[in-house]
């Protein structure tokens, strides 16, 4: 089981650190995704991390969200800065085990989801 956690209200222009840790298993093992979803819209990729530290992300994001993680922990964060009204959603960590391939921007790629947690940004 994947738990989410960090989500609040922020200003535009604010910062957020998300964080997804694991009950019953190490991260160590696994790829990290973050999706998004907001109310009325598919969900969709946010960022992803490899075992090895390898990131991706898409345009909409780069330069703002940065994905790390933290075996000593067992978590993978989420620093989101510069944040817009658009970047509220509900996001979600999902974790797939060994290679994460070319499809780490699908869900379908992932294996296990948490519950999610709410990011509103607004004035």
């Known amino acids: 089981q994947l738990v989410e956690s960090g989500g609040g209200m922020v200003q535009p222009g604010g910062s957020l650190r998300l964080s997804c840790a694991a009950s019953g298993f190490t991260l160590d093992y696994y790829a990290i995704g973050w999706f998004r979803q907001a109310p009325g819209k598919e969900r969709e990729f946010v960022s992803a991390?490899?075992?090895?530290?390898?990131?991706f992300a898409p345009d909409s994001v780069k330069g703002r969200f940065t994905i790390s993680r933290d075996n000593q922990k067992d978590a993978v964060y989420l620093q989101m800065n510069m944040l817009k009204p658009e970047d509220t959603a509900v996001y979600y960590c999902?974790?797939?085990?060994?290679?994460?391939?070319?499809?780490?921007?699908?869900?379908?790629?992932?294996?296990?989801w948490g519950q999610g947690t709410l990011v509103t940004v607004s004035s």
């Open positions: 991390i490899t075992i090895n530290g390898g990131t």
């Open positions: 999902a974790a797939k085990g060994g290679l994460l391939g070319s499809y780490y921007y699908a869900t379908f790629a992932y294996n296990y």
